[in-house]
T-cell receptor
Framework: GAGVSQTPSNKVTEKGKYVELRCDPI?????LYWYRQSLGQGPEFLIY????????DSGLPNDRFFAVRPEGSVSTLKIQRTERGDSAVYLC???????????FGPGTRLTVL | GQQLNQSPQSMFIQEGEDVSMNCTSS?????WLWYKQDPGEGPVLLIA?????ELTSNGRLTAQFGITRKDSFLNISASIPSDVGIYFC???????????FGKGTSLLVTP
């Protein structure tokens, strides 16, 4: 079956602009996670959804970052007033239930000029 | 999140050699996972470990969940050029949702 998909694969924006990153998890997976990966680092946790609700958003760096999953499937990560430091690869992962293995999408490479 | 210490940072080996890498944590985890990431791709799950002392194989890959629950090891036998990539360990605590990742081991294999 299809894996986790993310769009766009690349996004270039200017400082101060608003961006939305989309994640389509594996069908039937109830848990969805967003991570951020900077160059030369491992992924760092941002937010976790169980169904439609954000069960843990402790990894979001500040209130410019927000994510939704209104129907319990597709999720959108939203970044307001982007800054150059937001440049990174944003990875989405899903798992069947919370304690199962997490499967990652290909990521969205965000570049803020 | 918890910072994991992964070593070595990089390895440059010849095809056919065996490879070992490890990961340690200052806190206890109840799940250890090993991922491989190719350039421009997301991490791909290689092996998942759920019990202390567990030894699990996936083809030429073998991973172990340390008895102390604070470490894990990954071995690759008879390396081939397609093993090239960055290998990440990741741990999850009993109370957590998130995976805590190491900084990765970059593996280069020469034919």
């Amino acid at each position: 079956g299809a894996g986790v998909s993310q769009t766009p694969s690349n996004k270039v924006t200017e400082k101060g602009k608003y961006v939305e990153l989309r994640c389509d998890p594996i069908s039937g997976h109830t848990a969805l996670y967003w991570y951020r990966q900077s160059l030369g680092q491992g992924p760092e946790f941002l937010i976790y959804f169980q169904g439609t609700g954000a069960a843990d958003d402790s990894g979001l760096p500040n209130d410019r970052f927000f994510a939704v999953r209104p129907e319990g499937s597709v999720s959108t990560l939203k970044i307001q007033r982007t800054e150059r430091g937001d440049s990174a690869v944003y990875l989405c992962a899903s798992s069947l239930i919370r304690d199962n293995e997490q499967f990652f999408g290909p990521g969205t490479r965000l570049t803020v000029l | 999140g918890q910072q994991l210490n992964q070593s070595p940072q990089s390895m440059f080996i010849q095809e056919g050699e065996d490879v070992s890498m490890n990961c340690t944590s200052s806190s206890i985890f109840n799940t250890w996972l090993w991922y491989k990431q190719d350039p421009g791709e997301g991490p791909v799950l290689l092996i998942a470990l759920y019990k202390a002392g567990e030894l699990t194989s996936n083809g030429r890959l073998t991973a172990q969940f340390g008895i102390t629950r604070k470490d894990s090891f990954l071995n690759i036998s008879a390396s081939i050029p397609s093993d090239v990539g960055i290998y990440f360990c990741a741990g999850r605590s009993n109370s957590g949702y998130a995976l805590n990742f190491g900084k990765g081991t970059s593996l280069l294999v020469t034919p």
